[in-house]
């Protein structure tokens, strides 16, 4: 099967086209037959091997352990081991998995979930990772409510884009901030309020939010305090900075330990996808409440590049492999 493989750490120069052997399927996995595939920055960050501290997480000390890149999935089962029992050869799946820039890709049964009846393969691609990491923003470390104020920082990237949607799902006034470029695109999937960063500082303290979501991962906790209500709650997704060592997830070691020390709820969030998860997020989605934002496609070949356009920060919503 044609796959990106990488065999060491580095830009997209390290990745390349190549002829591997098909996954061998073992008793608790999943054959999926890939169809098409999300980008997303855990792509690059495992790509790069950086910060370290994604290579001290069990990814690879020196070298990757998964050579083929690619963690969101969108196909049909090819195969499936004895002990799985939820899906079968011929089902349309979506969900993650180790390698999915592939045609071919194992995951776990836990991992994956029917595909959304009224979705192609490439709007579910672009579902499980960033879809799940804004729920679970939102819903389990947020903890929103109907009426709330809510400030969705990165409101046109990957997981800004399913948060907006999410948000005004569950009953909460949404702003979104974004640059000039995206302000249409983030009105357009629902928000209430946008804020163009580049000339208004939402972090001015005359607006205060009961929750704020940052997607953005590069702005200082003071600054991001000063839009939350005395009471409210941010929650920090992931984390984007120059550290090699920490790169941004060093402002959410800062949150904990500040957090007992103020009145505002100071959260963290390392999101782990799951198939109840994707379930909740189908039924929204053929419900029509929620629709995924696609930026682009770009075809197995041209992986590195697809990778380029997102790590340059000029994507509106995900980015797609198409296999």
């Known amino acids: 099967m044609k796959a990106i493989v990488q065999d060491r750490y580095g830009s997209t120069d390290v990745l390349e086209l190549r002829e591997i052997d098909r996954p061998v399927v073992g008793d608790d996995d999943v054959l999926v037959r890939v169809h098409a595939a999300g980008v997303d920055p855990g792509v690059w960050h495992l790509m790069t091997g950086l910060p370290y501290l994604v290579r001290i997480m069990g990814f690879g000390l020196l070298r990757p352990k998964t050579v083929v890149r690619g963690m969101d999935v969108a196909g049909r089962v090819e195969a499936a081991g004895r002990n799985v029992t939820r899906v079968r050869p011929g089902d349309e799946v979506f969900g993650t998995c180790n390698g999915s820039f592939a045609e071919y890709a194992c995951a776990r049964e836990d991992t994956l979930a029917p595909k959304p009846a009224n979705l192609t393969f490439e709007q579910a691609a672009a579902v499980p990772v960033s879809g799940c990491t804004a729920l679970h923003g939102l819903r389990d470390a947020g903890r929103?409510?109907?009426?709330?104020?809510?400030?969705?920082?990165?409101?046109?990237?990957?997981?800004?884009?399913?948060?907006?949607?999410?948000?005004?799902?569950?009953?909460?006034?949404?702003?979104?901030?974004?640059?000039?470029?995206?302000?249409?695109?983030?009105?357009?999937?629902?928000?209430?309020?946008?804020?163009?960063?580049?000339?208004?500082?939402?972090?001015?303290?005359?607006?205060?939010?009961?929750?704020?979501?940052?997607?953005?991962?590069?702005?200082?906790?003071?600054?991001?305090?000063?839009?939350?209500?005395?009471?409210?709650?941010?929650?920090?997704?992931?984390?984007?900075?120059?550290?090699?060592?920490?790169?941004?997830?060093?402002?959410?070691?800062?949150?904990?330990?500040?957090?007992?020390?103020?009145?505002?709820?100071?959260?963290?969030?390392?999101?782990?996808?799951?198939?109840?998860?994707?379930?909740?997020?189908?039924?929204?989605?053929?419900?029509?409440?929620?629709?995924?934002?696609?930026?682009?496609?770009?075809?197995?070949?041209?992986?590195?590049?697809?990778?380029?356009?997102?790590?340059?920060?000029?994507?509106?919503g995900k980015v797609v492999i198409t296999v």
């Open 144 to 316: 929103v409510q109907p009426g709330q104020k809510v400030l969705i920082v990165g409101a046109a990237g990957g997981v800004g884009t399913f948060a907006v949607q999410l948000a005004k799902a569950f009953g909460a006034e949404v702003t979104g901030v974004c640059s000039t470029t995206k302000v249409d695109l983030v009105r357009s999937i629902g928000a209430d309020h946008v804020i163009d960063y580049t000339r208004d500082d939402f972090t001015d303290g005359v607006r205060l939010h009961d929750l704020i979501l940052d997607t953005a991962g590069n702005r200082s906790l003071s600054h991001l305090r000063r839009a939350l209500a005395p009471r409210g709650t941010l929650v920090i997704v992931g984390g984007e900075g120059k550290g090699r060592w920490f790169g941004g997830v060093d402002r959410q070691l800062r949150a904990l330990v500040l957090a007992p020390f103020v009145s505002q709820k100071l959260r963290s969030l390392f999101s782990m996808e799951r198939s109840e998860d994707l379930h909740f997020l189908t039924e929204l989605m053929e419900a029509g409440k929620v629709t995924p934002v696609i930026d682009r496609t770009y075809p197995l070949s041209r992986v590195p590049e697809a990778i380029r356009h997102l790590e340059e920060g000029h994507a509106r």
